[in-house]
């Protein structure tokens, strides 16, 4: 029994507390900061049912559309730890994130189709810098065919993304810590993929060092940007040729996004990419080419 003594000016108080003093000492807050522990999110506690009026997203079988909704309960649950988006509510998630996400697969598989000679059920795809997994967590689970690695440098979201893959039973993604420029000198990666793409990342000047090199030769860079990229992309021309690549097209994609429209930016990769690139990490942003 931890006994309290308390005076005021010779006026003794005397009172009991109905705990020990390791119980008081246990239950103290602590003046240590808070360390990053991964948050294990339980699927059954998961409870968007939220209706979400899209072509592309109503195209999806049930089982697709659930591991959306358990991906996006994910993202918000784990947003208030790891800064993975600037939005906080599910909708708009959907709206900005996931719409915009599926509104790429068209434009792939048209371009794939009649640019690159053959199918596009089965495409090897890399999304460089994918951050929270867009869009290409959400890639993977509308085309299951896919196989799909997400390329991202921070150990935080790589964290969240192993644990985005597996709460959705995701069986065709792999997740790669590292830098775009470090493994497109690496031989197990350069020149590996399909099909690259990325999602606000950088300017177009960059994105082509970062991720053409990463694509094979008849493969496709798809960029995902505003409704306005025209300067972006003519800076960006002599960057996609270094890389032995040309544009093939700007299209305007089909989303219900209230951000405006949306465009893709395709590029054809035609032949290998010089030795020398990508440069050195952090080089590309410093010095665009």
């Given at each position: 029994?931890?006994?309290?003594?308390?005076?005021?000016?010779?006026?003794?108080?005397?009172?009991?507390?109905?705990?020990?003093?390791?119980?008081?000492?246990?239950?103290?807050?602590?003046?240590?900061?808070?360390?990053?522990?991964?948050?294990?999110?339980?699927?059954?506690?998961?409870?968007?049912?939220?209706?979400?009026?899209?072509?592309?997203?109503?195209?999806?079988?049930?089982?697709?559309?659930?591991?959306?909704?358990?991906?996006?309960?994910?993202l918000l649950d784990w947003n208030q730890?790891?800064?993975?988006?600037?939005?906080?509510?599910?909708?708009?998630?959907?709206?900005?994130?996931?719409?915009?996400?599926?509104?790429?697969?068209?434009?792939?598989?048209?371009?794939?189709?009649?640019?690159?000679?053959?199918?596009?059920?089965?495409?090897?795809?890399?999304?460089?810098?994918?951050?929270?997994?867009?869009?290409?967590?959400?890639?993977?689970?509308?085309?299951?065919?896919?196989?799909?690695?997400?390329?991202?440098?921070?150990?935080?979201?790589?964290?969240?993304?192993?644990?985005?893959?597996s709460l959705t039973g995701l069986s065709?993604?792999?997740?790669?810590?590292?830098?775009?420029?470090?493994?497109?000198?690496?031989?197990?990666?350069?020149?590996?993929?399909?099909?690259?793409?990325?999602?606000?990342?950088?300017?177009?000047?960059?994105?082509?060092?970062?991720?053409?090199?990463?694509?094979?030769?008849?493969?496709?860079?798809?960029?995902?940007?505003?409704?306005?990229?025209?300067?972006?992309?003519?800076?960006?021309?002599?960057?996609?040729?270094?890389?032995?690549?040309?544009?093939?097209?700007?299209?305007?994609?089909?989303?219900?996004?209230?951000?405006?429209?949306?465009?893709?930016?395709?590029?054809?990769?035609?032949?290998?990419?010089?030795?020398?690139?990508?440069?050195?990490?952090?080089?590309?942003?410093?010095?665009?080419?």
């Amino acid at each position: 029994m931890l006994v309290w003594h308390c005076w005021a000016p010779k006026v003794p108080l005397q009172f009991q507390l109905p705990f020990s003093v390791r119980t008081l000492i246990k239950h103290l807050p602590s003046s240590k900061p808070n360390a990053f522990r991964p948050h294990r999110t339980d699927a059954k506690t998961l409870t968007s049912t939220r209706v979400f009026n899209s072509r592309h997203f109503e195209a999806l079988t049930s089982r697709q559309r659930e591991q959306i909704h358990l991906y996006v309960d994910c993202l918000l649950d784990w947003n208030q730890r790891v800064n993975l988006t600037a939005v906080k509510e599910v909708n708009e998630v959907m709206e900005r994130h996931i719409e915009d996400s599926l509104a790429l697969i068209p434009p792939i598989n048209n371009f794939y189709t009649s640019h690159c000679g053959s199918s596009c059920d089965n495409l090897n795809l890399v999304d460089v810098g994918t951050g929270a997994g867009l869009p290409g967590l959400i890639l993977a689970i509308a085309s299951p065919g896919w196989k799909v690695t997400l390329l991202e440098s921070m150990n935080k979201r790589c964290v969240f993304l192993e644990h985005a893959v597996s709460l959705t039973g995701l069986s065709n993604v792999q997740v790669v810590r590292g830098r775009a420029e470090s493994l497109g000198q690496n031989l197990c990666f350069r020149e590996q993929f399909d099909v690259a793409v990325a999602r606000a990342v950088a300017e177009m000047r960059i994105l082509a060092e970062y991720c053409l090199p990463l694509i094979r030769v008849g493969g496709l860079f798809v960029a995902a940007k505003g409704h306005d990229p025209q300067e972006e992309v003519r800076n960006a021309q002599r960057a996609v040729q270094l890389m032995g690549a040309s544009l093939l097209q700007q299209c305007s994609v089909e989303s219900q996004s209230p951000y405006g429209q949306r465009t893709a930016i395709v590029c054809l990769k035609s032949w290998p990419t010089p030795k020398k690139y990508p440069r050195d990490p952090g080089t590309p942003a410093k010095v665009p080419l």
